[in-house]
């Protein structure tokens, strides 16, 4: 699969538009700040997100596109990350921002603020789905460009130093993790958590694993499988940290071997942990200090 396949797969992109973006609140913690902005990513569509900053910051620090999980918890997702509801493993984007990244914790479509239902239900991102399928575009396509326009926004923040622009998720966030890296070419070094599986092997029903709504394509077999769209995220850095007992990462190692030959001049690390679905405390260190190298020299 060629990169050109790849956007023409998702069908019409979103055209894009100003952000606008503006700061509505604003609350200071120990070490950092926390603000939570708004921002266009369609002409009619206004979304929030949190940006957290560290505090003092003399010079312009890189900046993490932070991405969080499914697990069908539709609403709870950016104060997840940012350690204000939910699991404290997951709030990667509090604990990045400690190390001196400015960090950026948004909604995807259906989740949180941006869940329709209002109410803990799979019917919120369905209908996501749906509405776009029928009219010949995608979900995925929707996710990619919101998170792109976020970061035209993004870039001309004072705080952030817009060449140095990394992405880490887990779960959902950890397929994204791949997915936006392949999608826009700004993104320096990604860490994808616990996503590492081919559509082919979940066409089974008995495989145990199920395609995700958003990355229900089109013809996407047809050009390729998600290893297909993983090559796609050179020359960017990217680390695969794996769950030996996670379902959801049984295809790492295969995949690692079938992309490793493309990653001529980035990295591409791979290290699958004795765990389940997870991101625990050793995950998460080792997942940052490959951000700190490949985003601080």
């Not at 993490?64 to 493993?89: F, P, T, W």
């Not at 984007?93 to 109410?119: H, M, Q």
């Not at 239900?121 to 509405?131: D, K, Q, V």
Request: proline content about 4%.
């Amino acid at each position: 699969m060629k990169y050109k396949q790849y956007i023409k797969l998702l069908g019409p992109i979103t055209k894009k538009v100003k952000p606008k973006g503006k700061v509505i609140s604003r609350k200071v913690f120990k070490n950092y700040i926390q603000e939570k902005i708004e921002y266009f990513v369609e002409k009619n569509e206004k979304i929030k997100a949190f940006l957290l900053i560290p505090k003092n910051l003399e010079k312009k620090a890189p900046l993490i596109i932070c991405h969080h999980q499914h697990a069908s918890k539709y609403i709870r997702a950016k104060s997840e990350m940012v350690g204000l509801v939910g699991d404290k493993n997951l709030a990667y984007a509090k604990e990045l921002v400690e190390k001196g990244f400015v960090t950026f914790a948004p909604d995807a479509i259906g989740f949180e603020e941006r869940n329709k239902s209002k109410k803990n239900w799979w019917g919120s991102e369905y209908f996501e789905l749906a509405t776009r399928l029928i009219k010949g575009k995608t979900l995925l396509a929707k996710n990619l460009s919101d998170l792109s326009i976020s970061l035209d926004y993004l870039q001309t923040r004072k705080e952030i130093n817009k060449y140095k622009i990394g992405f880490i998720g887990h779960s959902f966030g950890g397929r994204m993790a791949v997915l936006f890296p392949a999608y826009d070419k700004r993104v320096k070094a990604s860490v994808s958590n616990c996503y590492c599986r081919n559509f082919k092997d979940s066409l089974n029903f008995n495989s145990k694993t199920r395609i995700p709504m958003e990355l229900v394509v089109p013809n996407i077999l047809k050009f390729g499988d998600f290893k297909d769209i993983v090559k796609l995220v050179h020359p960017c850095h990217l680390y695969i940290s794996a769950a030996k007992k996670d379902k959801w990462s049984q295809d790492a190692k295969k995949i690692y071997n079938y992309v490793k030959p493309t990653f001529k001049i980035a990295t591409l690390k791979l290290k699958i942990w004795p765990v389940k679905h997870e991101f625990s405390k050793k995950m998460r260190y080792e997942a940052y200090k490959f951000l700190e190298k490949n985003l601080y020299k």
